[in-house]
């Protein structure tokens, strides 16, 4: 009786081991110097004149009972500010090549009312211009990022923009800046040479726009304490050949950069599919076109090593995101969407990508801020919500500015139908006062995956950790339940010197914070 108890319970522990050692994930973290950096700005975000985004979302209507500073929403900038956005670009997007910036300064009943042929035929009060945006960025302690005119605009026009906010000396533009209430330049640094050059930019050719490119970037001219960082309209997506053809021809011998743009959508661009509403199906197929971005920056970046092997200059993914039906009953050209689990694990896989790659990545922008697209914030009159997505930001700012830790590990697949992805990814940093911080996602809808981490170097004396997830993966947050979605504190970690073991569950993300 003795030795059949004692050989069933060998057994048991043989197969519990077994099964353990098949699912245990090792991910062996680096902590060897390697000088690179996760730029803040990989944080960055963009807010277009689009929709509901600038106009009743940033900036709203004087008479809405909420606290604003001017017309911009106080709770709106207290949220973002919560989460140290670094940077945010502006006028567009695709609007930015029909913008002229004239139409936007002086005292604002006299402005220029135009039309916003590109999203929904909107008038425009053009009451949110240049003042009002740097107004913005100064609110939100961040850096202003500039898409300039090329598709509409000329030389002479971004000549004379760049004059008004960067010239501290006398000239008719800056007598005219200071009439309209600003003493100072602003010193913008940050600047846009088009926006989507291929499409709504222009349909331009790359050999096209290289001369463009040339042509507009000469006169962008740096006045004494402005020095700019330009960044040339990039590809969309995999059209490498728009990167070679640009890097070739220009060698970006003045820019700070070029753009990329990807969007993952969950169907295709004919038929994407609701952002609550959805199976299995779409969660797959958004996740594995989120995952699909790193191919496009691994081969993006070959390709600039070619002409620029110093990686001096950066790979812009300055329009990124989940691209879902709006929400019904909504203008269609407003794109305005919710907000789900789903995305926030889109988020925090794509974030991950970015840190990864920070050799090269040094900006990337989330598509869109407030109530458009993969949005931070959605505002319905007074009410403002904070979506899943922005508590993957919050979470991952620590990540800011550290010094990058490589992390090494194969990941289980998260198989469905005859399909599949790696379940788990990650990256790691550790912050000016040593703290490494871990952020690690489990895609997998269904099961909890065992891993261990293995920091190389020192012992460490104690860990943190936060987790986001959900009942369901189609979870978000609504006027009527806030707060659905968001990080709660996560205990089942345990650290041994150097040696990390916890069990990620089922769609998840988690923020370990080790000392
Ligand atoms: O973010 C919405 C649009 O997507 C932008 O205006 C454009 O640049 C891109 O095609």
């Known amino acids: 009786m003795k030795i059949r108890e004692l050989l069933c319970g060998s057994l048991l522990l043989l197969l519990a081991q077994k099964a353990f050692a098949q699912s245990n994930v090792v991910l062996q973290v680096s902590d060897d110097p390697n000088h690179s950096r996760i730029s803040r700005f990989i944080y960055g975000h963009f807010s277009e004149d689009l929709g509901r985004c600038i106009y009743d979302g940033f900036w709203v209507d004087s008479a809405l009972p909420v606290r ?56 425009d009060e053009n009451s949110f211009g240049t003042h009002e945006f740097l107004e913005l960025c100064d609110l939100l302690h961040c850096e202003p990022y500039i898409a300039s005119n090329v ?103 003045n820019a700070w950069g070029i753009s990329m743009h990807y969007y993952t959508v969950a169907g295709s661009w004919d038929h994407k599919s609701s952002a609550t509403h959805f199976g299995e199906t779409e969660y797959f197929k958004a996740l594995k076109n989120c995952l699909h971005l790193e191919e496009l920056i691994n081969h993006h970046s070959a390709i600039m090593d070619v002409y620029d092997p110093g990686k001096k200059k950066a790979l812009v993914v300055d329009e990124w995101g989940i ?74 700012q620590s990540h800011q500015d550290a010094e990058w830790l490589p992390i090494q590990f194969s990941s289980p697949d ?34 909890a995956i065992p891993v261990s981490f293995n920091i190389t170097g020192k012992n460490y004396k104690s860990i943190k950790g936060q987790i986001l997830s959900s009942a369901r993966f189609t979870d978000i947050n609504s006027f009527d339940k806030p707060d659905q979605v968001i990080p709660r504190p996560f205990g089942d970690c345990h650290l041994e010197g150097n040696q990390i073991s916890m069990s990620i569950p089922a769609k998840s993300l988690i923020l370990l914070e080790i000392k």
């Open 68 to 123: 604003k500073q001017d017309r911009i929403r106080v709770d709106v900038v207290e949220a973002l500010r919560r989460i140290h956005i670094p940077v945010l670009r502006w006028p567009g997007g695709c609007f930015a090549d029909q913008y002229h910036w004239r139409d936007g300064i002086g005292p604002r009943a006299s402005r220029t009312r135009t039309v916003n042929t590109t999203w929904g035929m909107v008038e």
């Open 323 to 396: 691209w879902t039906n709006v929400e019904p009953g909504t203008r269609p050209e407003f794109l305005y969407q919710q907000n789900s689990l789903r995305d926030a694990l889109i988020a925090a896989s794509t974030l991950n990508i970015f840190n990864n790659h920070c050799q090269r990545v040094k900006m990337a922008n989330l598509a869109q801020t407030v109530n458009v697209l993969q949005a931070l914030i959605l505002t319905d009159k007074e009410k403002m919500l904070l979506t899943p997505t922005y508590y993957v930001f919050d979470l991952y």
């Open 414 to 447: 998260y198989s469905f139908g005859n399909d599949k992805i790696p379940a788990i990814n990650a990256s790691a940093s550790r912050d000016s006062s040593g703290v490494v911080h871990i952020t690690v996602v489990n895609l997998d809808p269904g099961h």
């Open 151 to 253: 598709g509409t605009g000329s030389p002479q026009e971004m000549e004379a923009w760049l004059e008004y906010l960067n010239y501290n000396g006398n000239s008719a533009l800056t007598d005219l800046r200071r009439i309209n209430g600003h003493e100072k330049p602003w010193h913008v640094s940050f600047w846009g040479v088009g926006n989507e050059s291929w499409g709504c930019g222009g349909s331009m050719t790359p050999e096209h726009y290289s001369n463009e490119y040339k042509r507009f970037s000469e006169f962008a001219k740096e006045y004494p304490g402005s020095p700019l960082k330009l960044i040339a309209s990039g590809a969309n997506a995999d059209d490498y050949n728009w990167t070679d053809v640009l890097m070739k021809n220009t060698g970006l011998w």
